[in-house]
């Protein structure tokens, strides 16, 4: 089991190494991040200024209170609504992310399968099916992070549980659902869905932990997502590789992604 995390670890570096080699890549897979990096970014300025205001909404019980109990309450108010903002940015960044750049990790997970001796079988999909099909599971994905986003967020708040147990789920949980997210191009391109995706990984649970856990603390450093994921998306292509038993060492020439 430990091995098998360690490997998964390893096709995040296997990533880097890939996309790293080819300029050209890393261009084409830092737009997509940094458009939707700005977003994220406008909207938690905006999520600032208004986060007094709403925090006064919520609490309209501490009119009648003295000033300096008010101000505490509200304070402290202003202060979660922010960290939760925070937190729905980061369960939601990935999704909103691989949604907007989908022509573009497209093009990285096929240059990616094409060094490895493409896919036998391709399904050609209409452009506009599978961004409806990717626009409903990352839709779900999303979902599923905030079910579990939200209350591993309250129980944050616990004393010793909030800052030893629920950072480790945070990242177990985090993990998986990006792993479920980033092999979806792959996924797509052989004509399956989110529910094949699941029990893909679920036969080698660790390897995919592994990766997505690497993803999520990586994800944690400022800036990281946006840098990461040309390297996510073609690790993730790799794992999805493995986890329909099809090779991925003997990498063929590099091929540019037009």
Same mark, same amino acid.
């Given at each position: 089991?430990?091995?098998?995390?360690?490997?998964?670890?390893?096709?995040?570096?296997?990533?880097?190494?890939?996309?790293?080699?080819?300029?050209?890549?890393? $261009?084409?897979?830092?737009?997509?991040?940094?458009?939707?990096?700005?977003?994220?970014?406008?909207?938690?300025?905006?999520? +600032?200024?208004?986060?007094?205001?709403?925090?006064?909404?919520?609490?309209?019980?501490?009119?009648? &209170?003295?000033?300096?109990?008010?101000?505490?309450?509200?304070?402290?108010?202003?202060?979660?609504?922010?960290?939760?903002?925070?937190? $729905?940015? +980061?369960?939601?960044?990935?999704?909103?992310?691989?949604?907007?750049?989908?022509?573009?990790?497209?093009?990285?997970?096929?240059?990616?399968?094409?060094?490895?001796?493409?896919?036998?079988?391709?399904?050609?999909?209409?452009? &506009?099916?599978? !961004? &409806?099909?990717?626009?409903?599971?990352?839709?779900? $994905?999303?979902?599923?992070?905030?079910?579990?986003?939200?209350?591993?967020?309250?129980?944050?708040?616990?004393?010793?549980?909030?800052?030893?147990?629920?950072? +480790? $789920?945070?990242?177990?949980?985090?993990?998986?659902?990006?792993?479920?997210?980033?092999?979806?191009?792959?996924?797509?391109?052989?004509?399956?869905?989110? #529910?094949?995706?699941?029990?893909?990984?679920?036969?080698?649970?660790?390897?995919?932990?592994?990766?997505?856990?690497?993803?999520?603390?990586?994800?944690?450093?400022?800036?990281?997502?946006?840098?990461?994921?040309?390297?996510?998306?073609?690790?993730?292509?790799? !794992?999805?590789?493995?986890? !329909?038993?099809? #090779?991925?060492?003997?990498?063929?020439?590099?091929?540019? #992604?037009?």
């Amino acid at each position: 089991m430990i091995r098998s995390f360690v490997d998964g670890v390893r096709l995040l570096l296997r990533g880097f190494a890939a996309y790293a080699r080819n300029p050209k890549m890393v $261009l084409l897979g830092l737009i997509p991040a940094v458009i939707s990096g700005a977003l994220f970014v406008g909207g938690f300025v905006a999520w +600032v200024n208004v986060v007094v205001d709403v925090a006064d909404w919520l609490t309209p019980f501490a009119d009648s &209170w003295s000033p300096g109990l008010q101000d505490a309450v509200r304070g402290t108010t202003a202060v979660g609504l922010l960290a939760f903002g925070g937190l $729905l940015g +980061v369960l939601t960044f990935t999704a909103v992310t691989l949604f907007i750049g989908d022509p573009f990790y497209e093009k990285i997970s096929e240059w990616v399968e094409e060094r490895h001796g493409g896919v036998p079988g391709a399904v050609d999909v209409p452009w &506009w099916r599978s !961004l &409806w099909h990717s626009l409903l599971d990352s839709s779900r $994905l999303i979902a599923f992070g905030i079910a579990i986003g939200v209350p591993l967020f309250i129980l944050g708040f616990i004393p010793i549980v909030g800052q030893t147990v629920v950072p +480790v $789920l945070a990242a177990v949980f985090g993990g998986w659902r990006l792993a479920l997210e980033l092999v979806g191009s792959a996924f797509y391109r052989r004509g399956l869905r989110l #529910p094949d995706r699941r029990v893909a990984l679920r036969a080698n649970r660790p390897k995919a932990l592994g990766f997505g856990v690497a993803v999520f603390c990586c994800c944690l450093i400022p800036f990281g997502a946006v840098l990461i994921m040309p390297a996510a998306v073609a690790g993730a292509t790799l !794992l999805a590789r493995q986890s !329909l038993g099809q #090779p991925t060492n003997g990498a063929g020439p590099d091929p540019a #992604p037009s």
